[in-house]
Every structure is written in C-alpha cells, then in structure tokens.
C-alpha cells in the first residue's frame, strides 16, 4: 500500500484545530467571573423582657454595577423619578411610533400607503351624472322581551333583526349630485358611530352591509372608485370598532395587552365575543357585503388563534371568484390586499394569488373598460 493511502488520524487533526487554550488565574480578571455580593444580616436574640440585635456585613472586593439599581441611586432610576409624566407619554408615543415605522419597513422603501392614495382617487375619479342609493330600510317590529329569556331566544332575535334587512322596505334617493352622494356616505358614517356609541350593535352591523351593497353597482363607472374609497372609509371605521371593542374586553389588572399578544393571553368573553361577530357575518345571504364585513374585521382573527389571519386570507381570495361583475372583483381583491397588508404585511402569497386572479380577469375588465369608455364618447359627440 503506497504510503500517501495510509490512514489519517483524525482525533488528532481535531485537536490541532481547536482554539489554544489560556489557563486564567485564580486573581486575573475575566469578564464571565462570577462576582460575589454578602448581603448584610441581622441577627435578633429573642431574650424575654429585652431585645438585642448585632449585625455584620461584608462585600466582596469588585462591586456590582448592576446592584445600585436595586436601591435606586442609578442615574437612570433618579432620572425616572424626577422624569415629567407628560414627557414620559411623549417618549412611549415615540417609540410606539418607531415600532410602527419598523414594522413598516417589512413592506419595503418603496411602498405607497393607502393615506396617500385615497386623497388622489377622490381628487381625480369625479362626475357630473347623477347618481343614485339604495337603503334597505329594516321594518321595525317591536319584540317584547323577557328578563328570563333563553340565550336561543337572544340569538334567534338577533337573526331575525338581520333578515328583516333584506325583507323590509327599499327606499331609492335618485338624481343625487356628486356632493350630496359623498354628504349621504358621510351621513351613513356618522349614523354607523352613533349606533355604535348607543349600544345599538345590529344596527351598526345593518349599516355597513347597507353600505357594501352599493359597491355592486357600476353605473357610473367613472365615479365607481371614488365610491369605493368613501365606502372603505366606513368599513375601516366598523373594524376599528369591532377591533377595541374587543380589546377592551382584553384588561384585566395586568392592564392592556401587548401589541404582539397571542390567543392563550385573552380571555374567553373577548373571544366568544369575536366569534360571535365572525357568526353574525357568516349569516349575510349576499356574497359581496360578506366578504366586504369579514375583511373589515379580519384584524380581530388575531384574538381565536395565531394562524386565523394566515387561514382567512387565502379563502377571502377564493370567496372573490364567485363575484360576478370583474370590475367589482377587482375593486375587491384591492381593498383584501389593502387591509392584509395592514394586519399582516409579512404575508405576501395572498397577494401573489389575487395578482393572478386580475391577470386572468383583465381580458374581461379591459374590454369592459372599454366598452364603456366607446359608450361615453358617442354620448359626449351627440350632445356636442
């Protein structure tokens, strides 16, 4: 056997690459020492009809930095004390305002906010035709009820008030300008917090599926994004509602809870209440305010499970397939993409799939477009 194939010893080859060892001496200085602090004792001698105390103390040769925290006498502790409570709001206002911008750098430099867009689509998107709304007015039926009515009979009421939305009376304001149209979106908003204010949860609920069913109509198409984006105003309003509702419902005398809470930290009323509106929603007959109200509140999945956002997302994506209208469609993944990029920016494959979605839609949407814009300009020449 030729000598350079003879067997390598590599226990000894391991040895001769590890880092050399340095003894430390017993009095040398070495930063993982472990430093030794005698706290003092005081020893009482129980003598009946007199008391006597002797104390000793000691304390190794290299102090603690970290001990004077304990006492207080560090400057950041006599700093804290004489600190002003309004300057130290400010300072927890920045850097809850930092942790937002670190957040923010998750959907990279280049991102463009919705507060910067909404401005421009309600600036560039306008028209002088008159437009028109539909409100489904709900028929009051006075229920009396009982102190000692079941929980069924509670449930049963409150679905009852929800199908009385689509029974009852339609009422149809036509021939509304662009001012008033925006004055009567305004009105909705403000009726919506009101009702929430007065405890009236179902008719918050009403108003904001009042309010996604005017998203179904494309008749002026030219004003349609304008409309969206004062719609999603009210939709954003509802599921910040809902959102500290339940997180008030969170407090406890720990106080509030982190921004990174997790399910197991809340309590069971918050989530039987969440579950509760996840239910009321599931209950819409009609496709486009269901998904409209559940993408409102898709923050609060935060409070049933950990994967509830990452789970929803891609079945809010598919729920979209079933709209008929492709430029609503569109109009609906962009307001999905919009708010799960708020809730969570770090989950990017529901954005990949509604992109593809378009993509496969746009044939439909471009010559809807189009025919439409064909439309208008027949209609502009005859009247010239």
């Given at each position: 056997?030729?000598?350079?194939?003879?067997?390598?010893?590599?226990?000894?080859?391991?040895?001769?690459?590890?880092?050399?060892?340095?003894?430390?001496?017993?009095?040398?200085?070495?930063?993982?020492?472990?430093?030794?602090?005698?706290?003092?004792?005081?020893?009482?001698?129980?003598?009946?009809?007199?008391?006597?105390?002797?104390?000793?103390?000691?304390?190794?040769?290299?102090?603690?930095?970290?001990?004077?925290?304990?006492?207080?006498?560090?400057?950041?502790?006599?700093?804290?004390?004489?600190?002003?409570?309004?300057?130290?709001?400010?300072?927890?206002d920045t850097t809850r305002k930092k942790r937002d911008k670190d957040d923010s750098?998750?959907?990279?430099?280049?991102?463009?906010?919705?507060?910067?867009?909404?401005?421009?689509?309600?600036?560039?998107?306008?028209?002088?035709?008159?437009?028109s709304i539909n409100l489904y007015m709900s028929s009051e039926k006075g229920k009396?009820?009982?102190?000692?009515?079941?929980?069924?009979?509670?449930?049963?009421?409150?679905?009852?008030?929800?199908?009385?939305?689509?029974?009852?009376?339609?009422?149809?304001?036509?021939?509304?300008?662009?001012?008033?149209?925006?004055?009567?979106?305004?009105?909705?908003?403000?009726?919506?917090?009101?009702?929430?204010?007065?405890?009236?949860?179902?008719?918050?609920?009403?108003?904001?599926?009042?309010?996604?069913?005017?998203?179904?109509?494309?008749?002026?198409?030219?004003?349609?994004?304008?409309?969206?984006?004062?719609?999603?105003?009210?939709?954003?309003?509802?599921?910040?509602?809902?959102?500290?509702?339940i997180l008030s419902m969170c407090l406890d005398n720990r106080g509030s809870l982190?921004?990174?809470?997790?399910?197991?930290?809340?309590?069971?009323?918050?989530?039987?209440?969440?579950?509760?509106?996840?239910?009321?929603?599931?209950?819409?007959?009609?496709?486009?305010?269901?998904?409209?109200?559940?993408?409102?509140?898709?923050?609060?999945?935060?409070?049933?499970?950990?994967?509830?956002?990452?789970?929803?997302?891609?079945?809010?994506?598919?729920?979209?397939?079933?709209?008929?209208?492709?430029?609503?469609?569109?109009?609906?993944?962009?307001?999905?993409?919009?708010?799960?990029?708020?809730?969570?920016?770090?989950?990017?494959?529901?954005?990949?799939?509604?992109?593809?979605?378009?993509?496969?839609?746009?044939?439909?949407?471009?010559?809807?477009?189009?025919?439409?814009?064909?439309?208008?300009?027949?209609?502009?020449?005859?009247?010239?």
């Open positions: 056997i030729p000598s350079q194939w003879t067997s390598r010893n590599y226990t000894s080859e391991f040895d001769s690459c590890r880092l050399e060892a340095v003894p430390v001496e017993f009095g040398d200085y070495h930063p993982l020492k472990p430093i030794t602090v005698t706290e003092s004792k005081t020893k009482k001698m129980g003598r009946k009809g007199s008391t006597s105390s002797t104390s000793s103390s000691s304390s190794s040769s290299m102090i603690d930095p970290l001990s004077s925290v304990l006492d207080g006498t560090d400057p950041l502790s006599l700093f804290a004390a004489t600190a002003d409570p309004v300057t130290t709001a400010a300072n927890t750098l998750v959907v990279g430099s280049d991102f463009e906010p919705w507060s910067s867009k909404r401005g421009e689509i309600l600036a560039r998107y306008t028209t002088t035709e008159k437009l009396a009820t009982t102190p000692g009515s079941a929980v069924s009979e509670k449930v049963r009421t409150r679905l009852e008030e929800l199908d009385d939305l689509e029974e009852g009376s339609q009422k149809e304001l036509l021939n509304l300008t662009q001012q008033d149209y925006m004055n009567r979106i305004e009105d909705l908003n403000q009726s919506l917090k009101d009702a929430w204010a007065s405890d009236q949860k179902v008719k918050a609920l009403k108003i904001v599926i009042q309010c996604s069913k005017l998203l179904s109509d494309t008749t002026v198409i030219q004003f349609y994004p304008s409309k969206f984006v004062l719609i999603t105003d009210i939709l954003d309003t509802f599921g910040k509602l809902v959102y500290e509702r982190p921004d990174n809470f997790t399910p197991e930290s809340v309590n069971d009323t918050a989530k039987e209440t969440c579950l509760n509106w996840f239910f009321k929603i599931a209950s819409i007959r009609e496709l486009i305010p269901r998904f409209y109200v559940e993408a409102a509140i898709l923050k609060c999945n935060k409070f049933l499970s950990k994967t509830g956002i990452s789970e929803c997302l891609p079945r809010l994506t598919a729920m979209i397939r079933g709209i008929g209208d492709p430029l609503v469609a569109v109009y609906a993944r962009a307001y999905l993409c919009r708010v799960g990029m708020e809730v969570a920016p770090h989950l990017k494959e529901s954005l990949n799939k509604n992109f593809f979605d378009f993509l496969l839609t746009f044939k439909q949407v471009s010559k809807y477009v189009c025919t439409f814009n064909c439309r208008d300009f027949r209609q502009k020449k005859k009247i010239e």
